[in-house]
């Protein structure tokens, strides 16, 4: 278990995280959800012991200010921007492996784990953005750590990698390992995390689980339908009296908002009744339209 | 501390030197001047007392006080500064290991290559009297380079002083350069402007040569060389005479020891107790 309590850390008079407390239960996956500036990284970096804070911090029972060296062995940590020592990959990996104590074959292992094998012989410098953030996995991988702290894992990767690189964090979090996230990303939220600790400011403003949070907020997802010109205004009506809200039409189609959670929703009233689905597209709320439903919430 | 983190660390960094070019250069050039001085050194001929391997040692020093001292302040400089501002440092400490440990790890982990330098030069300056048939004073020669290796330590700490409290490594390697200059080239300049600037007197000279780690090791190494301890100088024959040639020989060690551990202790606690964060 990971347990903040009232964590403060100021850099002069900026209060970055200002009295944050919640706690991460074993098996657990965790958001830390907020726009740039909200705290979610110098959170992660007192959890990891690199920054002074006010409070307390236990991580897996051991009080990160009085044993940061044995807190940190039960950490694997994803930096935002993974950058290497000028090596090569295999020796990168094997150079935290016996920092981590890790065995002597954990190296070739985990770079199979994230596909990375094939590359161990390239230097960091010339490996991809995707391949560094696998690479930086790998490493965090190494001790087989109780938890895992990724800090905004696929804000530098592009939709493929992205893809890849949750279903990675996936299949870990599925061997019951716990994890904190942090992202600004609620499709993320939706598919890995139990609970999302929503940060503003520096401050915790909610800590609900994902369907919670959106329900809470009024967050609801969009989605654009292209139907048949001469569908368009008997799917406008079939959706509104299913509920959905129709927002107006668009082009060949319209845009509908889908509270819940439930994104196919619409799609399933239009195929029972026999509508013609052109294609679709999904919008998710941003980080602003988050931050405004916890406005209108009162946080 | 854990040793076996040290030992991690220190490798890691060794073996980084060894790759980098500049230290290669520095390494080549060092032999290849070290092995040109011995060619044109005259024969078996005795030069104030100092013969075979003694003379080559003499013959080094110029060039040990030339090329160590940089080399040892600029990696110092920035050994820490440089991984602080490309982020690596930031992420090293994020894993099981404390800033001390790095810290130390550096510390060897630098001077290793640099004494593997100094030895390379010294060693193939040595093959090359050998075949030439020099003998004598080859413990001597030995010790100018354990010296040498003293020199490199104490000036890797001052580097690393500069390294702890800055921010970007170009601006590291200025400090170093500077200090370089001051300490190398300014060095004998400065005790002589302010011997006659404020008219001291022959003890307080040698003081002030003390307060310069580049001084002290050449005066040692003359000493240790020379049996004519005339050729230093009148501070050298006030110095001999007041606490005799293995008393003078001895200050020098210590005050050089005392350059290392001094910046080093300073630098240490300012990086792993004072400065605790890197954000």
């Known amino acids: 278990m990971i347990e903040i309590k009232n964590v403060t850390k100021s850099f002069g008079k900026l209060k970055a995280v200002d009295s944050a407390s919640f706690r991460v239960e074993k098996g657990e996956a965790v958001s830390l959800l907020g726009s740039n500036g909200a705290g979610k990284s110098t959170l992660i970096k007192c959890i990891l012991g690199l920054l002074d804070y006010t409070g307390d911090i236990t991580v897996g029972g051991l009080r990160v200010k009085e044993r940061p060296k044995e807190a940190k062995s039960l950490i694997g940590y994803l930096p935002q921007e993974p950058l290497f020592y000028d090596m090569r990959t295999l020796d990168i990996v094997r150079f935290f492996a016996r920092l981590r104590k890790a065995d002597e074959g954990r190296p070739a292992e985990v770079l199979d784990k994230v596909g990375l094998a094939e590359h161990s012989s390239k230097y960091a410098s010339e490996l991809s953005g995707g391949m560094r953030q696998r690479l930086s996995f790998a490493i965090a991988l190494l001790s087989e750590p109780m938890f895992l702290i990724l800090d905004e894992p696929t804000s530098n990767l592009d939709a493929h990698a992205r893809a890849e690189f949750l279903r990675l964090i996936k299949d870990y979090k599925e061997n019951g390992k716990t994890v904190i996230f942090s992202s600004h990303r609620l499709d993320e939220v939706d598919y890995l995390a139990d609970r999302a600790v929503l940060m503003k400011d520096g401050r915790v403003v909610m800590d609900e689980e994902p369907h919670a949070l959106r329900r809470k907020l009024g967050l609801g997802t969009k989605m654009n339908i292209a139907v048949p010109d001469e569908y368009v205004t008997m799917a406008a009506s079939a959706l509104s009296s299913a509920g959905i809200i129709v927002h107006g039409k668009n082009g060949r189609g319209f845009l509908v908002e889908v509270k819940g959670g439930d994104s196919l929703h619409p799609l399933r009233e239009l195929m029972s009744m026999d509508i013609p689905v052109l294609g679709f597209s999904v919008e998710e709320p941003t980080m602003e339209n988050i931050l405004e439903g916890a406005a209108r919430d009162g946080n | ?279």
């Not at chain 2, 500069?162 to 300014?186: D, P, Y």
Request: proline residues 3%; contains cysteine; hydrophobic residues 55%.
């Open chain 2, 1 to 279: 501390m854990e040793i076996r983190n040290i030992l991690i660390l220190a490798g890691k960094e060794t073996r980084e030197s060894l790759k980098n070019r500049w230290f290669v250069l520095y390494t080549v050039s060092f032999c290849v001047l070290a092995v040109l001085i011995l060619s044109i050194a005259p024969g078996r001929s005795e030069i104030a007392g100092i013969s075979g391997y003694g003379r080559t040692a003499a013959s080094l020093i110029n060039l040990v006080l030339l090329f160590v001292p940089l080399i040892a302040l600029i990696t110092g400089s920035i050994s820490i500064s440089g991984e602080r501002e490309n982020g690596t440092l930031q992420y090293l400490l994020s894993h099981p290991v404390t800033k001390a440990e790095v810290f130390v790890g550096k510390f060897l982990g630098i001077l290793v290559p640099i004494c593997f330098s100094i030895s390379l030069g010294f060693g193939l300056a040595g093959i090359g009297v050998a075949l030439r048939g020099g003998s004598g004073d080859a413990p001597e020669f030995v010790l100018t380079a354990l010296l040498s290796g003293l020199l490199a330590a104490s000036l890797l700490s001052v580097g690393l002083v500069v390294s702890v409290f800055s921010k970007r490594a170009s601006k590291a390697i200025g400090v170093a350069v500077f200090l370089w200059l001051f300490f190398i080239v300014l060095g004998d300049l400065g005790i002589m402007g302010t011997a006659v600037a404020m008219d001291l007197g022959i003890r307080q000279v040698f003081a002030l040569a003390l307060l310069n780690p580049a001084e002290v090791f050449k005066i040692a190494s003359v000493l240790v060389l020379s049996p004519r301890f005339e050729i230093l100088g009148p501070v050298g024959v006030y110095a001999v005479r007041t606490f005799g040639r293995e008393g003078v020989i001895f200050i020098l060690l210590s005050v050089m020891a005392l350059w290392t551990i001094i910046p080093f202790a300073y630098a240490f606690i300012t990086f792993s107790i004072l400065r605790r964060e890197e954000s």
